[in-house]
């Protein structure tokens, strides 16, 4: 099946910091979704980017569907946007199943 | 709207024992799935439907059993409870663009442990 790499697995920053995290996956997809599950646990999607670019307030999100690579800019980071970001693809010919990846921990200090 | 619910919100078993976790949106989706969630794994495919009286495996489907008998609900039954089904249980809603999910909704989830 697909595979789903995100990167970095942690990443401390300081309130008002940028960040890029990074989402690899090894075939060509037909979706690709961003979320953040916050410390409580809730899991809000961000983006639904198959291709192109999004932005919506801070966040903004990159996809290169040809090079297989999606991108997730947050800026002037607050410590509300702490939490886990989870990048999913649906792969071609892999209708309706979503595989995530191991997601990015995100801490953002006062 | 409520959006997409589920209950119970914690729940401890047996080994053996059997038991239905409840997921039900108001916002007449036609796609509905079930997640599980382990440290380290990210999120895994349970099973899911694309409509009433459909459904299908995801990844990890061994030991679980699903129905749909109306849009609004997707419950999920673990038929013989075992240890390593200790887990969080994430249920997500959606409408499907042709042959592919749209942006996924989630519930609040199921924290299971299995003792």
């Known amino acids: 099946g697909i595979q789903v790499e995100q990167s970095p697995p942690d990443l401390i920053l300081q309130e008002g910091a940028n960040s890029t995290l990074r989402c690899n996956f090894s075939?060509?997809?037909?979706?690709l979704q961003w979320f953040h599950q916050n410390p409580w646990g809730q899991l809000i999607n961000l983006f639904y980017i198959p291709s192109g670019t999004k932005q919506n307030g801070r966040l903004s999100a990159t996809t290169v569907a040809t090079e297989r690579y999606s991108l997730l800019y947050i800026s002037s980071s607050q410590t509300t946007d702490s939490g886990v970001y989870f990048c999913a693809v649906e792969a071609g010919g892999s209708n309706y199943k979503l595989t995530f990846g191991k997601g990015t921990l995100l801490t953002v200090n006062p | 709207n409520a959006g997409v619910t589920q209950t119970p919100k914690f729940q401890v078993l047996k080994t053996g024992q059997s038991m239905t976790l409840q997921c039900a949106q108001d916002m007449n989706h036609e796609y509905m799935s079930w997640y599980r969630q382990d440290p380290g794994m990210g999120l895994r495919l349970i099973h899911y439907?694309?409509?009433?009286?459909?459904?299908d495996q995801g990844e990890v489907p061994n030991g679980y059993n699903v129905s749909r008998s109306t849009t609004e609900d997707f419950p999920l039954r673990l038929l013989s409870a075992a240890p390593s089904q200790t887990s969080v249980y994430f249920c997500?809603?959606?409408?499907?663009?042709?042959?592919?999910?749209?942006?996924?909704?989630f519930g609040p989830g199921t924290r299971l442990t299995v003792l």
């Open positions: 439907s694309v409509g009433a009286g459909i459904t």
């Open positions: 075939d060509s997809v037909n979706n």
């Open positions: 997500a809603s959606s409408y499907h663009r042709g042959l592919s999910t749209d942006t996924q909704y």
